[in-house]
């Protein structure tokens, strides 16, 4: 269909900039996704992974989720389970999902649902659990579990109610192309964005038919919970570059992904083969008490956000959180965002930047710019402990490996016959 990679990718890029994802729902996971609705399973972040290779983190939160569904009453008795295979594991990313750290979704836990109006694909995220221990940094007791729950009970269905009185739900690009410009880059900031939405559910939050105190700690919790939006900021990239993908040619990436042991992409024109290397660990600061050496190797889905190109490739829009990572002040962003238009082949025109003379950020990541140049995708990301039940230690920024890149690029040339 395209005569060259250059113009598949160039079409691919149109898609990207075409698609149009709105936040359309809240439902409980295995009502939203099928392949949850019978079974014991659980949904992870990053490519393929046994429960013997995961890390603490990921290990925590397949523990927390195993006593959330009622499959075991204790502790040891969920860790025999897990370890004898009674529970099937499945990538978010199999099932048009995505999930933050350990990504652990399971089928009774609410998701958010993004539908991409133009396209006519769906993504889901499981919902932001907020600050101070939790699940997706591997934390489990009853504190995490008493949230959960709550989340399940009030928070999903007030926010569902919400969105259902508003037609065609919230348009996400209008609210991020705001918030783009009031500092967030959607990877480790989203204050604005969080607030932007906030704003934009009150008024129908506080109509609803429900007891005061209901609405009021929903209400509270939004206005805490900074990092509300990073949630739907990685529905919102996973229903892009899943349109995208849908062009099955080129040499754009369409996933990027960690797990704890393998960083995993996938590549327009090779389909949902994923190609993978051993992780790296994110270099940042620490909260009180705890070093690097307690950092656990690169996980999650949500380097989503920079296969989308924002994240850490939109640096530049975020000079309030260059600090918080580690990466110096707006000089340091400034170049790290510059760099990655060596590797990005376009701009986005929807999600223009101030600081950066206006220039849309980044777009259609490309497998054949990464392996001439060697330069790799940053990410930002928070840090887990590396052990189970501990939680987030602090935050900072990682690489992508280089031999994804090379392995998929390697993959590419064979695919279309080309030879050294």
């Known amino acids: ?33 099928p392949e949850l609705a019978q079974g014991k399973k659980l949904l992870h972040a990053g490519p393929p992974i046994a429960w013997a290779d995961m890390t603490g983190p990921m290990r925590g939160a397949c523990l927390g989720a195993t006593l959330f569904e009622g ?18 594991f499945i990538p978010c990313h199999h099932v048009s999902a995505v999930g933050p750290m350990g990504g652990i979704t399971s089928a009774h836990m609410p998701v958010l649902e993004v539908k991409n109006a133009v396209h006519g694909n769906h993504a889901c995220c499981n919902l932001n659990e907020g600050i101070g221990k939790v ?26 109610e919400a969105l259902s009185s ?19 880059e959607f990877h480790q900031r989203n204050i604005a964005s969080s607030a932007l939405l906030m704003r934009t559910l009150a008024p129908f939050i506080v109509q609803l038919d429900r007891p005061k105190a209901q609405l009021a700690e929903v209400m509270q919790f939004l206005s805490v919970t900074d990092q509300f939006f990073l949630n739907l900021a990685m529905a919102y990239s996973k229903a892009v570059m ?17 797990n704890g042991r393998d960083f995993g992409i996938r590549v327009s024109g090779l389909g949902d083969r994923w190609f993978t290397a051993p992780v790296n660990t994110p270099q940042g600061l620490f909260f009180t008490g705890y070093s690097q050496d307690d950092a656990n190797p ?36 400034l170049e790290t965002s510059e760099e990655m238009t060596e590797i990005y082949l376009d701009h986005n025109p929807l999600l223009q930047i101030p600081s950066w003379n206006f220039k ?55 695919a279309h016959h080309i030879t050294a």
């Open 71 to 88: 499959w075991a009453s204790s502790e040891e008795e969920a860790e025999a389970m897990l370890a004898c295979g009674e529970i099937e």
């Open 135 to 160: 699940m997706r940094f591997g934390a489990y007791g009853e504190d995490v579990q008493k949230r959960l729950r709550w989340m399940r009970d009030t928070l999903a269905p007030v926010l569902q």
């Open 298 to 333: 690169d996980i999650g889905d949500s380097a989503i956000t920079e296969t989308l190109g924002i994240g850490g490739a939109a640096m530049i829009a975020a000079p309030g959180v260059t600090r918080f990572v580690g990466a110096g002040g707006m000089e340091a962003a």
């Open 1 to 33: 269909m395209y005569s060259s990679i250059s113009e598949a990718n160039a079409a691919i890029i149109e898609r990207i900039k075409a698609a149009r994802p709105h936040w359309t729902g809240v439902r409980l996971a295995h009502h939203a996704i």
């Open 166 to 184: 508003i037609d065609n739900g919230i348009d996400l690009t209008a609210l991020m192309a705001q918030a783009i410009t009031m500092g967030d």
């Open 360 to 414: 849309g950020a980044c777009m259609g990541l490309d497998i054949r710019r990464v392996v001439e140049t060697g330069i790799t995708p940053l990410i930002n990301t928070g840090i887990a402990h590396r052990e189970a039940g501990v939680g987030q230690v602090g935050a900072g920024t990682v690489r992508a490996p280089l031999p994804c890149f090379e392995k998929a690029l390697e993959a590419l040339a064979q």
């Open 242 to 258: 899943d349109a995208a993908a849908q062009i099955k040619a080129g040499s754009i990436v369409t996933a990027m992904t960690r």
